[in-house]
């Protein structure tokens, strides 16, 4: 990818993560298949397999902070029909005690995921970062609202933000 799927500005490489040069964008991508082959000489979750994974991390200046954040991952995939009558985007909002980009890394990379994830098989790259927040609790009521504002946005949200009520609504045919 060499383009900003948001902006369409050009993409900065750093080794594995690129970034959009315009500042204003904040658009990040993990290059997962250098990564992936890095980590499969070890078994997932090991001491080792967390010992390399850090050392990508580090090796990128990313700084764990120990706030919780919520972060917003675009998603490819054909949307369904609100959003695409909306003009919205299909993303995945989560909440974490990591920093955002580990988290992305980890969701790409099916560490810490369900099989199934929509990340794993569909992230295309991280969008949104809250600011740093205090407490699970904060972070548990940030992601349900940024989930519920996306959501009457016209955005085809997933993630655990949305109410029943809601997800129906996402999932409704027209």
Same mark, same amino acid.
């Given at each position: 990818m060499k383009h900003c799927p948001i902006c369409q500005s050009l993409l900065e490489k750093n080794e594995f993560l690129s970034s959009c040069l315009r500042k204003t964008c904040l658009f990040y991508f993990w290059d997962t298949q250098p990564i992936s082959e890095i980590l499969s000489r070890f078994y997932?979750?090991?001491?080792?397999w967390k010992r390399n994974f850090n050392k990508i991390i580090e090796k990128h200046g990313i700084k764990e902070?120990?706030?919780?954040?919520?972060?917003?991952?675009?998603?490819?995939?054909?949307?369904?029909?609100?959003?695409?009558?909306m003009k919205g985007k299909k993303v995945y909002i989560g909440q974490t005690g990591r920093h955002p980009l580990v988290?992305? #890394?980890?969701?790409? !990379?099916?560490?810490? &995921?369900? =099989?199934? $994830?929509?990340?794993?098989? #569909?992230?295309?790259? !991280?969008?949104?970062? &809250?600011? =740093?927040? $205090?407490?699970?609790?904060?972070?548990?009521?940030?992601?349900?609202?940024? &989930?519920?504002?996306?959501?009457?946005?016209?955005?085809?949200v997933y993630g655990d933000g949305l109410s029943q009520e809601l997800q129906k609504e996402r999932d409704k045919v027209f």
């Open positions: 997932s979750g090991s001491k080792k902070d120990g706030n919780n954040y919520v972060y917003t991952i675009l998603l490819d995939n054909k949307v369904k029909p609100r959003t695409q009558e988290r992305f #890394l980890q969701h790409k !990379l099916g560490y810490k &995921s369900t =099989p199934r $994830s929509n990340v794993t098989r #569909l992230g295309v790259g !991280l969008i949104e970062i &809250s600011d =740093p927040l $205090s407490s699970s609790n904060e972070g548990i009521a940030e992601e349900k609202r940024y &989930s519920e504002f996306r959501h009457t946005m016209g955005w085809e």
